[in-house]
């Protein structure tokens, strides 16, 4: 159990596209799901936290204008990337609980590359 | 914000016991302690996680000193397949930041 889908796996585009990353719990409603970005050989660094029917919290550095969360069910959290340029380029890996103190379940990861 | 201090590597042979260090010094009293890892171009899978007492499942045990300052991953006998990044996180399950260090690199040897 406790399975999340991230879709889609990997993107190519061009610089000025925008992008929507979809996450899916899908045996199991998500009170809270989070949205993180990871550069190569670092770690996960938080982007947001998004509560269902709520806006998302975003954390200091992170423009809410360019990465649109949405949190519009208690099993589907979307991002989408607005204008994205080359520095944009990352693994994008969200996650899902269901209620506080529980353990995340993560989706397996986006690989953005924008040209 | 609670924060986790690792080794960056750690080696083992394979069906030998592994036991992952994390300290977190700054823990506060409604901080759990998460463990996940991570296999390369994945996202993170949860291992195990606690409060106070050590705690058991089919992957791991997790073992809390009594001060809580610091924790121990045992992974009992290591499989080819346990070789991944381990990370160490407190959460207190209220949405505040959760901070991830670059975790430990565990290698197992056949």
């Known amino acids: 159990g406790a399975v999340v889908s991230q879709h889609p796996s990997w993107v190519i585009c061009k610089s000025g596209t925008s992008v929507k990353i979809e996450c899916r719990s899908l045996?199991?409603?998500?009170?809270?799901m989070f949205w993180y970005r990871q550069f190569p050989k670092q770690s996960l660094m938080l982007m947001a936290t998004?509560?269902?029917?709520?806006?998302?919290?975003?954390e200091q550095g992170v423009e809410k204008d360019k990465f649109l969360i949405n949190h519009a069910s208690l099993t589907l959290s979307t991002l989408t990337v607005t204008s994205a340029h080359p520095e944009d380029s990352s693994f994008y890996i969200c996650?899902?609980?269901?209620?506080?103190?529980?353990?995340?379940?993560f989706g397996d990861g986006t690989r953005l590359s924008i040209l | 914000d609670a924060k986790t201090t690792q080794p960056n590597s750690m080696e083992s042979n394979e069906e030998e016991p592994v036991h992952l260090p994390c300290n977190h010094s700054?823990?506060?009293?409604?901080?759990?302690i998460h463990w996940y890892r991570q296999l390369p171009s994945q996202g993170p899978e949860y291992v195990i996680h606690?409060?106070?007492?050590?705690v058991n499942n089919r992957m791991a045990s997790l073992a809390i000193a009594e001060d809580r300052k610091s924790s121990t991953l045992i992974l009992h006998r290591a499989t080819l397949r346990d070789a991944a990044v381990y990370y160490c996180i407190l959460d207190a399950g209220n949405n505040r930041k959760l901070i991830w260090g670059l975790g430990t690199s565990l290698a197992v040897n056949p």
């Open positions: 700054t823990i506060s009293g409604t901080d759990y």
């Open positions: 045996d199991f409603q998500a009170t809270t």
């Open positions: 996650s899902a609980r269901t209620g506080s103190n529980q353990p995340q379940h």
């Open positions: 606690g409060l106070t007492s050590n």
């Open positions: 998004s509560n269902e029917g709520s806006k998302a919290t975003y």
